[in-house]
């Protein structure tokens, strides 16, 4: 049987560690490469190959959405779970669009590690049960209807028009730079 090949991509030690430890007593994985900042994440990926990328958002140099976007604009369809300390519903839907197969909450990081590997492997979706959970809650009408309280409301309806466009701008993760080129301003406005 092929052994599922998987890389670890965080800057905390103590973590990559853990999941060494845990994936270790799996005989059908084998950790093949780790990694402690986007920028070693990439040039390891640059020369070889693993089935299963774990990748921490918040990491050094290159965050995970940035080595996410470079598997993207390289063309190359890698599994990756994202590891984060934050499941808030915007994130873990910004990175499904960019292609993360899986999100698993570092809270409960030990108790999902070996079935996301397996089912990510295998080309299915995974995600941790804290992070189903919120997922499932943001779909319930009580929630909405919390995104929708009278103070958000009050908020975007105080905007002007260019706040709003330059907001818009910076959701969909533009720079100052872009923004300004984008609406054609001065990038001291922005």
């Not at 809270?107 to 997922?135: H, I, P, R, W």
Request: glycine share 4%; charged share 30%.
């Amino acid at each position: 049987m092929k052994k599922i090949r998987v890389h670890i991509a965080d800057d905390h030690q103590v973590l990559v560690d853990g999941i060494r430890t845990v994936l270790g007593f799996e005989d059908h994985i084998e950790i093949v490469g780790t990694s402690s900042d986007g920028e070693a994440v990439i040039k390891w990926f640059e020369h070889n190959q693993a089935d299963v990328l774990l990748l921490d958002i918040n990491m050094p140099k290159l965050d995970g959405i940035a080595v996410m976007r470079w598997f993207e604009e390289q063309d190359r369809n890698q599994r990756i779970v994202v590891l984060s300390s934050y499941d808030d519903p915007k994130l873990i839907k910004e990175v499904l669009k960019i292609g993360a197969s899986g999100f698993i909450s570092k809270t409960c990081a030990a108790d999902s590690m070996v079935e996301a590997v397996n089912e990510v492997f295998k080309g299915q979706q995974y995600f941790s049960k804290n992070v189903q959970e919120k997922l499932m809650r943001t779909f319930s009408k009580k929630e909405s209807d919390r995104a929708t309280s009278v103070k958000e409301r009050y908020f975007f309806s105080s905007l002007t028009q260019r706040e709003l466009q330059v907001l818009r701008l910076i959701a969909r993760q533009y720079n100052s730079r872009e923004i300004s080129q984008q609406l054609q301003i001065n990038i001291n406005t922005v």
